[in-house]
């Protein structure tokens, strides 16, 4: 191994896993997607921060009026923060999400715009969501993901 590989090993191993926020709306089988999400963050190493659940009449909501989201949001934002750590949203599929890709690519995009990503348990990134947009920022386990209009 190059000097130069060994130093950029050292650097990978020294960062922080992502933190990971759980998130899951409607109310059928809530518990059983949670833990499913909880499950890959941990086979990932990435601790979890929380999970959030969005159910009753907010589910139908825009993303930015749905209290558990909201939380989630204010969470990550605020007691979560951590500069050097990068952070990202886990939900079993995007529907789970939400249902209108619109309101996916909102909910994605206050994610990125956090610092950070969003990621199905099948492995889709937020890149993946919608692939018109090109990466702006690597996470530092450099996987693509996010989007820029740049």
Known sequence: MSAMACRLSLVREATSPALA????????????????????A?????????AW???????????????AY????????????DGDRDVVLVVTDWDRLHPDPAQQFVACRQIHDA????????GDTSLRLVER????RTPRDGRAHAYSNA
């Not at 659940?53 to 209290?67: F, I, K, L, N, Y």
């Open 133 to 136: 947009h090109r990466p702006r």
């Open 53 to 67: 659940t969005e159910s009753g009449e907010h589910v139908a909501r825009p993303v930015a009026e749905q209290p």
């Open 21 to 40: 926020f759980v998130y899951d709306r409607g109310p059928a089988s809530a518990a059983a997607r949670l833990s499913v999400c909880v499950a890959y």
């Open 115 to 122: 610092g950070g990503w969003t990621e199905t348990t099948a």
């Open 42 to 50: 941990e086979r990932q190493r990435w601790p979890v921060a929380g």
């Open 70 to 81: 909201r939380k989630l949001l204010a969470s990550l934002l605020g007691e979560h923060r």
